[in-house]
């Protein structure tokens, strides 16, 4: 069965901090996709990124950051220098083939000035 | 673009009730998802559609029905509403299937008492 743990239920830290959260998942694929996205307050998920299981090399984009290490099952997420803005809560998920993308219970993120 | 527009944004039901949950989006995609959100968990894929004329059960698609009479429009259907139902319920839509990430509403807030 297809499962993605995200342990840390809510994080907070002040501004400027760097921040990461953990997502481990269990898969018996050896073709698999992982996910992150963000639920603002707003209340809509965005989509940030996704990386494929023959893929590991680190993936940047501004202070976001993604380490995913096959090794140990996970795919974390740093943001670097934090910001208000930066509050949310951050789902990771795993393709579970076909249409379906298993969702981890998300880690609220409380960013204070 | 207006994205992915869902309606209502709140309602309440009273138990045995039916509604509509709405979802419309403007970008021609051919795929649409329903998901609902559980307090405190991650999302769970209730129904989908990979195109018009086209419908699939996700993992939780028991009390639920949806159509797709048309690209832009993906209702959901609530027959007989339980307390089980009470849910976040997001509509989402992508162009080529789970795998691109997709665009999500933000959200129907249902709570059946």
């Known amino acids: 069965a297809q499962k993605v743990t995200q342990a840390q239920t809510e994080i907070s830290v002040v501004e400027k901090e760097d921040v990461t959260l953990d997502c481990v998942y269990e898969?018996?694929?050896?073709?698999?996709?992982l996910f992150w996205y963000k639920q603002p307050p707003s209340g809509e998920l965005v989509f940030l990124i996704r990386r494929n299981s023959f893929d590991e090399q680190n993936e940047i984009s501004g202070r976001y950051s993604w380490n995913f290490q096959k090794s140990t099952s996970s795919f974390n997420f740093t943001i670097t220098a934090s910001q208000v803005v930066d509050s949310a809560v951050y789902f990771c998920a795993l393709w579970g083939g076909s249409e379906k993308l298993v969702f981890g219970k998300g880690t609220k993120l409380t960013v204070n000035p | 673009n207006a994205g992915v527009t869902q309606t209502p944004k709140f309602r309440i039901l009273k138990i045995g009730q039916s509604m509509t949950l709405q979802c419309t989006q403007d970008?021609?995609?051919?795929?649409m998802y329903w998901y609902r959100q559980d307090p405190g968990m991650g999302l769970k894929l209730i129904y989908y559609?990979?195109?018009?004329?086209?419908?699939d059960k996700g993992e939780v698609p028991n009390g639920y029905n949806v159509s797709r009479s048309t690209t832009e429009d993906f209702p959901l259907r609530l027959e007989l509403a339980a307390p089980s139902q009470t849910s976040v319920y997001f509509c989402a839509s992508s162009y080529e299937g789970a795998l691109s990430g997709g665009t999500f509403g933000s959200g129907t807030r249902l709570t059946v008492v």
């Open positions: 970008m021609n995609h051919n795929y």
């Open positions: 898969t018996r694929d050896t073709t698999y996709y």
């Open positions: 559609s990979v195109g018009a004329g086209i419908t």
